[in-house]
């Protein structure tokens, strides 16, 4: 999506632990909007676009590129999911694109199959359902954001520190009284 007048691009890092299982629990991350969002004013961001990029620091060589092969050993299929909503899930698997409050949703697989052979194939496929996708206007919001992630059987990672860049493109709007009365019922939808 290309930048508009009064777009802003907000820029993050987030860090997640993968441990000895090749796991995340699911951890949050923030993106602080204070300095765009105002209740009371009625003063609200409209989300048009998150973009990711998972980053491993500690990558050989100087790239810092993230191996999509995420399996190694015993697992044959390893996930990686991220997503962007204003609303704190508890479990990861609630969280999909009919989910209330949820912006954009990445999701990154990878799947090892020897066939009882001494080659091995790998499958990768990444899937992300954008907010264009989701939400063509934009996604009215009034608080901070909340980037979800977490990771399944990822044993390439475990017992590493990965890294998220998140880039995220909105444009300060005006909210109406329908506006903020849509929000709220969608909060109480949960």
């Known amino acids: 999506m290309a930048k508009a007048s009064r777009d802003l691009i907000l820029r993050d890092r987030l860090q997640f632990d993968v441990n000895a299982s090749g796991d995340t629990a ?3 991350g923030r993106v602080d909007l204070s300095d765009f969002v105002n209740v009371v004013k009625r003063e609200g961001m409209a989300i048009k676009e998150v973009r990711y990029q ?7 060589g100087v790239t810092g590129v993230f191996n999509p092969l995420m399996s190694l050993g015993s697992e044959a299929f390893a996930s990686l999911k991220i997503f962007t909503t204003t609303t704190a899930y508890e479990n990861a698997y609630d969280v999909g694109i009919a989910s209330p409050d949820v912006i954009s949703v990445f ?20 899937v992300l359902f954008g907010t264009p996708d989701l939400h063509p206007e934009g996604y009215n919001v009034v608080s901070d954001l909340l980037v979800g992630v977490c990771a399944n059987d990822c044993t390439s990672f475990s017992n590493i520190t990965l890294e998220i860049d998140i880039m995220v493109i909105g444009e300060p709007v005006k909210l109406s009284e329908g506006d903020m009365t849509e929000m709220l019922t969608q909060a109480q939808d949960l």
């Open 26 to 28: 699911l951890v949050y």
């Open 107 to 126: 999701e990154l697989t990878s799947v090892r199959d020897n066939g009882g052979a001494a080659d091995e194939n790998f499958a990768n496929q990444w």
């Open 54 to 60: 998972i980053r491993d620091p500690t990558a050989s």
